[in-house]
């Protein structure tokens, strides 16, 4: 009997994956769900397996099923041989789409759980001192060493500790960690369970955004096969360790994707940014040490600890280790998930993977690091995607979303969708962000409808300040890095906001975000909301 995969991913059936994976089960055939490959502009993307070879055809609807099992319909070959996965180094995401989501015997059979094996021998420092060797940074945004945190939270001394972790994935353009969630979820399951060894929790939570049905039935389900094996529980696989884990559902806010508004949200109250210090690896969780992480970081701390710190640290560039998994949407011909070592230059990733924009026409932007990165023009397209060169450079790598536009953009609108994102999702707490941002959308407003160059050029000068205000004064990175994709939107795109020849002086200095920006990293710890 004939044996297809047909993916059960949130993208792969908002196109018909459900209906097709039932009319090949209506044919006869052996019917399997797999995570998606990530092609998402081939999806449903089909692959029937043949001698261990998986054959793969590409947009299947369910009226192409009798061609597809016959052998008559266009193939694109056998899938693990493609030139988008063949170019990638897949490491988080080695297993996404190779294997069914909660099939615990073939997650074991491709290297799961030994990490996890390996870290039960150790002691807990040592673990730690592997993640530290690794280079792993936050991959949430902030950047900031996943080690160290650990550490921090593994020398507080306290009766009980947490492992929380953050898959509020709120972003425009991002969806990596949705992917992974629903088509390799025990290797979150193992990432904090070596967190919750390595730091000495007994309890942690998975905090996930509500428009996420499909991650949250999955998670729940592996949750459930991972304590009937043995994985999570009491004395887990023979150890001392016991960590019992939780899954949370997000109400929309997204604000709680900044780890002290989640936090909040996890003890049944409005989330809302706290202040720093306390930092949450000293009082998090009901004022425990926490460790909070995002998806990804977690997701990848089970390959680290398998291989060593050091094969992992020996990938990537300069001060960014590691991989990478970059997410291509916006006008784009393939977009989808790229996994590669940190140091690829933009135009690599966005014309190379990405194929150009999907409408035809030359791409005008691309957006890095979610609705508050900055706006990157085609002349900064040899920038290298690593931590420090996009810091350098006004932008930030933020989850890894790359969203591309075309000529047709309008840099003013977008400018001007930042402050009013921020506007609607502030939490409200800090005045710079809360008021800050409506006064932004308001004098956007005033630049974009001035007839009269002196008018603008004052109105320019207010927005300066403004941003100046908001990146120093906020106390998250929602109002901090609000300012960055307006600035370098004034920046690259002046005409755009009908800026003439003799207002350049005056946008220039508009636009001038480094050292507000970095100071409001810095201050917040870099990370997303």
Not at 163 to 188: H, I, Q, W
């Amino acid at each position: 009997m004939t044996t297809v995969w047909v993916p059960c991913d949130a993208a792969a059936v908002s196109v018909g994956a459900d209906e097709v994976a039932d009319a090949f089960a209506a044919a006869g055939a052996t019917v399997r769900r797999n995570g998606s490959r990530g092609m998402l502009w081939l999806e449903p993307l089909v692959e029937v397996e043949t001698d261990g070879v998986r054959m793969g055809y590409a947009n299947v609807t369910p009226a192409d099923v009798p061609d597809v099992l016959t052998g008559s319909a266009e193939s694109i070959g056998a899938v693990e041989d493609h030139e988008w996965l063949t170019a990638q180094k897949r490491v988080t995401f080695a297993r996404v789409g190779v294997i069914e989501p909660t099939d615990i015997a073939a997650y074991q059979e491709h290297g799961g759980y030994a990490g996890l094996t390996r870290a039960l021998a150790m002691d807990p420092a040592a673990v730690v001192q592997e993640v530290i060797e690794s280079g792993l940074r936050g991959r949430g945004g902030a950047g900031f060493p996943t080690g160290i945190k650990w550490e921090t939270v593994r020398s507080a001394s306290a009766d009980l500790k947490f492992v929380a972790c953050n898959a509020d994935e709120g972003d425009s353009g991002t969806f990596a960690d949705r992917m992974l969630m629903e088509g390799d979820p025990f290797s979150l399951i193992e990432g904090m369970t070596i967190a919750a060894h390595a730091v000495g929790a007994s309890e942690g939570y998975i905090y996930i955004r509500s428009e996420y049905p499909h991650a949250i039935a999955t998670f729940r389900r592996a949750i459930e096969i991972a304590y009937a094996h043995g994985f999570l529980g009491q004395g887990i696989r023979g150890s001392d360790l016991s960590f019992d884990l939780h899954v949370r559902v997000g109400a929309g806010a997204y604000i709680c994707g900044e780890e002290t508004s989640m936090l909040d949200s996890l003890e049944g109250r409005r989330g809302e940014v706290r202040a720093k210090p306390p930092i949450p690896a000293l009082e998090g969780l009901w004022g425990k040490p926490t460790v909070v992480n995002n998806v990804i970081s977690l997701a990848t701390v089970p390959m680290i600890l398998a291989d060593g710190g050091a094969a992992y640290g020996s990938l990537g560039f300069e001060k960014s280790r590691g991989t990478s998994v970059f997410q291509l949407a916006g006008n784009v011909r393939r977009g989808g998930i790229v996994e590669l070592e940190f140091g690829i230059p933009i135009r690599d990733l966005v014309a190379g993977f990405g194929g150009g924009t999907r409408s035809g026409r030359p791409i005008k932007a691309v957006q890095i690091g979610g609705p508050l990165g900055a706006y990157v023009p085609p002349e900064q397209f040899d920038l290298e995607l690593a931590y420090e060169t996009l810091a350098e450079n006004d932008a930030m790598i933020g989850h890894g979303g790359v969203v591309v536009f075309d000529d047709t953009m309008d840099a003013s609108a977008m400018a001007r969708f930042a402050m009013e994102f921020c506007a609607k999702e502030s939490c409200g707490k800090c005045t710079p962000c809360r008021i800050g941002s409506v006064r932004g959308t308001e004098v956007i407003d005033r630049i974009t409808g001035a007839t009269d160059d002196g008018v603008r050029r004052t109105q320019l000068t207010i927005l300066d300040e403004l941003c100046t205000t908001m990146a120093k004064g906020s106390l998250c990175a929602m109002g901090g890095l609000t300012p960055m994709p307006v600035r370098s939107a004034l920046k690259h795109f002046p005409e755009d906001f009908g800026i003439t020849e003799h207002a350049d002086a005056d946008a220039s200095a508009a636009a001038e975000s480094a050292g507000d920006i970095e100071s409001a990293t810095e201050a917040t710890g870099g990370a997303r909301p």
